[in-house]
Structures are given as structure tokens and as C-alpha cells.
């Protein structure tokens, strides 16, 4: 059974271009949310998914946008990179219902974009 | 906005030893989470607490939800080289019907053999 995947596991972007990274759930999963963490913090919340719409937003500018398609995949676009939104980006999704099962609140590896 | 605080921040410490950090907050969490992360992973669940002055464990793991709620202890005896990592306290938060998780900036762990 497949975990969380994401890609791509590396990226590396100049200042000003526009970024798209992808996740998809594990199976099963309905929900999608999105981290960034930085060097040596933890992870902050993005945003969440849920029926292709996003239903949470975290305390990130209007250039972070997501998209969850049909069969729960789910796009988080960064527009006008800056070179603050290096960081590693992490995707999770969960079973919309069940939000009391932290175990099966499941992490994706994660990319790790750069930009220069 | 709610935040986490972790310490220590890092920890040096030689194999077999125990280990001992914790992590506190300005408001109350109904739900207490550690989670570990590995180079080049995301982070994984190691112990859930759900009640004010629970003592959970997992293994040679040990967690305790603080009684105010406001703070979470992670204790890990006789550690061993695959203990290397980062640490992680975490809560949810539920808002417009969505939960999403509360980090801390975790504790770095490195071990000497």
C-alpha cells in the first residue's frame, strides 16, 4: 500500500519564476494539507484540501494557491519565487471523518525546493 | 497565533544514555503529538496523548500530557544510534471545519556510539 508521494523530491527555481509540486494521498486518504518547513523549524501549515476545495488557510501570502483534482491528488503552485520560500514542502493527507486518528494523519517525504 | 516551544533545541548525548525534552505552549491543546523526523523524510507519529496527565509509552519511548494542557514531555530511555533525529511536539487546531497541526521547532538529537 503506497504511502503519501510526492514530486518532484528536488527542485531548484530563480527568483521570480513560478513553482508547481504534486502530491498524492495515500490510498484511501480524501483530505490533502500542505507544510513548509523552513531549516531548522517545523513544519507550518499551508493550506487544506477537501472536495477540490480548500477549506483551511494558513498565514501565507495569495502567491501560494493549491488545486485538489477528482481522485484526491492534489498541486500546491508558488507564483513569483522569492528566495524566502526555500524550504522543504510537505504534503499529508487523512480520511476527512476520522480527524481524531492521528496515526493515520500520513506525510509525504517531502521537496525540497531552492530558489536562487 | 498558537505556538509551541520546544527544549532543548539540540542535544548531544552518547549512546545508552536517556533522554529527556519537553515542549510548552501559551494556550491550551486538547491533544498532545510527538513525532520524529529522519533526513529526507517526512515526519512520522510516535506517540499520541489525549487527556490531561496521561503517561503514554511506545516502546523505550514515554510521553506525558501536562496537567494544564499546556505542555507535553518526551522521555526515551537507553537511547541507541537509530534514535538520531529530530523531534517534534505537535497540536491540532480545528478551525472552519478543518484541523490542520501545530509544530514546534523541534529538538535536534545526535548520539554518540
Known amino acids: 500500500d503506497a504511502g503519501v508521494t510526492q514530486s518532484p523530491t528536488h527542485l531548484i527555481k530563480t527568483r521570480g519564476q513560478q513553482v508547481t509540486l504534486r502530491c498524492s494521498p495515500k490510498?484511501?486518504?480524501?483530505?490533502v494539507s500542505w507544510y513548509q518547513q523552513a531549516l531548522g523549524q517545523g513544519p507550518q501549515f499551508i493550506f487544506q484540501?477537501?472536495?477540490?476545495?480548500?477549506?483551511q488557510r494558513g498565514n501565507f501570502p495569495d502567491r501560494f494557491s493549491g488545486h485538489q483534482f477528482p481522485n484526491y491528488s492534489s498541486e500546491l503552485n508558488v507564483n513569483a519565487l522569492l528566495l524566502g520560500d526555500s524550504a522543504l514542502y510537505l504534503c499529508?493527507?487523512?480520511?476527512?471523518?476520522?480527524?481524531?486518528?492521528?496515526?493515520?494523519?500520513?506525510f509525504g517525504s517531502g521537496t525540497r525546493l531552492t530558489v536562487v | 497565533g498558537q505556538q509551541l516551544n520546544q527544549s532543548p533545541q539540540s542535544m548531544f548525548i552518547q549512546e545508552g544514555e536517556d533522554v529527556s525534552m519537553n515542549c510548552t505552549s501559551s494556550s491550551i491543546f486538547n491533544t498532545w503529538l510527538w513525532y520524529k523526523q529522519e533526513p529526507g523524510e517526512g515526519p512520522v507519529l510516535l506517540i499520541a496523548l489525549y487527556k490531561a496527565g496521561e503517561l503514554t509509552s511506545n516502546g523505550r519511548l514515554t510521553a506525558q500530557f501536562g496537567i494544564t494542557r499546556k505542555d507535553s514531555f518526551l522521555n526515551i530511555s537507553a537511547s541507541i544510534p537509530s534514535d538520531v533525529g529530530i523531534y517534534f511536539c505537535?497540536?491540532?487546531?480545528?478551525?472552519?471545519?478543518?484541523?490542520?497541526?501545530?509544530f514546534g521547532q523541534g529538538t535536534r538529537l545526535t548520539i554518540n556510539p
Open positions: 499529508a493527507s487523512s480520511l476527512s471523518y476520522n480527524t481524531g486518528d492521528y496515526y493515520g494523519y500520513t
Open positions: 505537535a497540536g491540532p487546531h480545528q478551525q472552519q471545519g478543518a484541523q490542520k497541526l501545530v
Open positions: 490510498s484511501g486518504h480524501d483530505t
Open positions: 484540501y477537501y472536495e477540490e476545495e480548500e477549506r
